[in-house]
């Protein structure tokens, strides 16, 4: 077995989100993977044990709990997989596969020359529910600690929704980066909340410029706040595809106002009348373990 943190979703040489990524030997047991994911303390690890040179079967852990899917844990297992020859690739888009819980999903490891640029990462076919109105709203608005009327774009009609593209988070738009950066919200309520509608936590965004800005909240499964997440990207991308708002392609800068700016790109393309999105990013090693 070896492992190594890495942080995922870099923007420039700052930023990025922290996973442990062991790739294993032989399978371990949930037990031993919780241990190990506690010891480490990041919000999500990857365990990660290989088939064949295609195909790789994918675990994730928090400190607290298996979860069936992470982003930025995805990121980083494959960045590392490139790094350390398990996948190869010469000026290509390599194709590979992450066996998880949520099924087999599709894996873009983009080399420059010999060299891992970075990764991109299929999700599940986004689901829409329905969005957030009146004293719905309302307790949503509450729990972030702002009033009603801040809820929203600026520029564009959208509610709170919750969306999913292999977990369910709720989607929350707010109407300026001033107001995203300021928010003090009350962790007790979102994991409240959380609960009763059964998602992983809150994605909160805005759009400014032209640029899309984010903040994540999932403390009911131990996260308080994270600098970049896979997955709610991607179902954020989802909502505003389907809303006509962006075309095909966002960039997102999430951590800002907690001083880790990370980048996370999310492309979406309709397929047969089916969303295809994909969310990718760099990744580079913080640490690596003997």
Partial sequence: MQGAILKSFTYGDSGGNGAGVFLLDKELTSEEKQQIAADIGLSETAFVLAEDENNYNVSFYTPLCEVDLCGHATIAAFFYLGLTGYIKGFNE????????KLGKLEIDAVFKGSTIDYVLMQQQTPKIY???????????????????????????????????????????????????????????????LSHIYDVVGYHVYTIENNQVFARNFAPRVGIDEECATGTSNGALGCLLYSKSIISDEISVIQGESMNESSQ???KVENINNTLDVRVGGKASIVNLFE
């Fill in 93 to 100: 888009i390599k194709k590979v596969y992450q066996h998880t």
């Fill in 130 to 192: 329905d969005e957030f109105n009146g004293e719905d709203l309302s307790e949503i608005a509450k729990s972030i600690n702002t009033a009603v009327e801040n809820v929203g774009l600026k520029d564009f009609t959208i509610k709170p929704a919750i969306v999913s593209t292999g977990l369910k988070d709720i989607i929350i738009p707010v109407k300026s980066r001033d107001i995203l950066n300021k928010l003090n919200v009350n962790m007790d309520l979102i994991n409240e």
């Fill in 264 to 266: 996370i790109y999310v």
